[in-house]
């Protein structure tokens, strides 16, 4: 593998998974189509996949943990997508539109 | 330490990642955001093989940008929604959201100044082969492994009796288009 680490330090992957994450939440707070507010949800979980395997390196010797967590976060992450399309292709069904601002009848 | 001192590879894949991700959010067509986000998939998975964990890249890959991706994808070609229908919202909305994920990034870097720069010791290559991970993954992890076989099965059958039709309602829902075509 490449020996890239001599001058390389966890706080630029810290930094780099903080950029990814607040870009996914920004997502969730600006965009109302919910396709893509579950794909930010995604980008979210892979920023934090991304520390785990970075914080697996900066522990050194033969610890696979971080990388194992990685294993359940993708698990969890795909049951999230599987159920969140389909309650979204289940509100499209009913309201013939995939805007998460016109679903607000729980509000009044 | 400076910006240039860092290695190539992690500026060139970081920069890919990041403006992969910020077009994902800004793009307002979902189809230009779905292959986005592959690509920002692709550059993660990159960052993997840098941390020496190969096998996590390609099961990246495979789940993320093969399974997840074309799920995504599916709904969005089912649903008809490649063109754009997002409505038009006022500027207002954007400058609250980026201001708000603006300061999260400020509190979060913030409070990482005093931890000091920890130089990564770095794993040998032979962690991230699919023979360490199995045997970790059956032996430590076994209980939270068949816990995650539990967790698939109650989100496929959630999935399934989600999006399974209920036909009465389906016909009344499809009189009233034909009612409301005519």
Redesign the interface.
Known sequence: ?????Q??????Y???S???F??????V?????A??L???I??ML?AV??LF??F??????????G??F???I??????????G??????V???TR???VSFLDSLKD | MHITNLPLPFLILSFITILCALYVVTSKNPVHSVLALILTFFSISAHYILLNAQFLAIVNLMVYAGAIMVLFLFVLMLLNLSKDTEPVKSNLWGVAAAISAGLLLVVITASLQKSGIAVMKGNSPEIGLVKNLGRVLMTEYLVPFELSGILFIAAMVGAVLLGKRDSEKQDLLQQNDVQENA
Do not use: P, W
């Not at chain 1, 593998?1 to 680490?5: A, E, P, R, S, V």
């Not at chain 1, 697996?56 to 943990?65: C, Q, R």
């Not at chain 1, 399309?85 to 289940?90: G, K, R, S």
């Open positions: 593998m490449l020996n890239i680490f001058s390389l330090d966890i706080s630029h810290i930094y780099l903080c950029v990814l607040c870009i996914g939440l920004f997502g707070l600006f965009r109302r189509n396709i893509v579950l794909m930010c995604e980008l892979n996949n991304l395997a970075a697996s390196e900066y522990m050194g010797d033969k610890d696979a943990n990388q194992m990685v294993f359940f993708m698990v969890v992450a795909a049951a999230e997508a599987a159920v399309l389909a309650i979204l292709v289940m499209y069904r009913n539109k995939t805007d």
